[in-house]
Nanobody, 111 residues
Framework: VQLVESGGGLVQPGGSLRLSCAAS????????VRWFRQAPGKKREWVAL????????NFADSVKGRFTISRDNSKNTVYLQMNSLKPEDTAVYYC?????WGKGTLVTVSS
């Protein structure tokens, strides 16, 4: 039973990245999935969520209009598409479902 994030990396301001959260060992298709992030020296903050069917999505104000979230239940995967990235988006990004957390993937936005 686990969640594994991938897709992080170094990107210039204004660039894009797509993060993936791959699930295994549980009924992923019935789970609400959330993305969080934690910047150095700061508390973990919620970024986005998607319901089990993908019919409802919500975003933190800080990323609204720049990030989108989607899921492919046939692949047990949730995606976070991040566009127009800013230096303040630099953080470790975690996905969460039920009481499970991944180990995170680092996103660094810097020129």
């Amino acid at each position: 039973v686990q969640l594994v994030e991938s897709g992080g990396g170094l990107v210039q301001p204004g660039g894009s990245l797509r993060l993936s959260c791959a699930a295994s060992g549980f009924t992923f298709s019935s789970a609400v999935v959330r993305w969080f992030r934690q910047a150095p020296g700061k508390k973990r903050e919620w970024v986005a969520l998607i319901t089990s069917s993908g019919g409802y999505k919500n975003f933190a104000d800080s990323v609204k209009g720049r990030f989108t979230i989607s899921r492919d239940n046939s692949k047990n995967t949730v995606y976070l598409q991040m566009n127009s990235l800013k230096p303040e988006d630099t953080a470790v990004y975690y996905c969460n479902a039920m009481d499970l957390w991944g180990k995170g993937t680092l996103v660094t936005v810097s020129s």
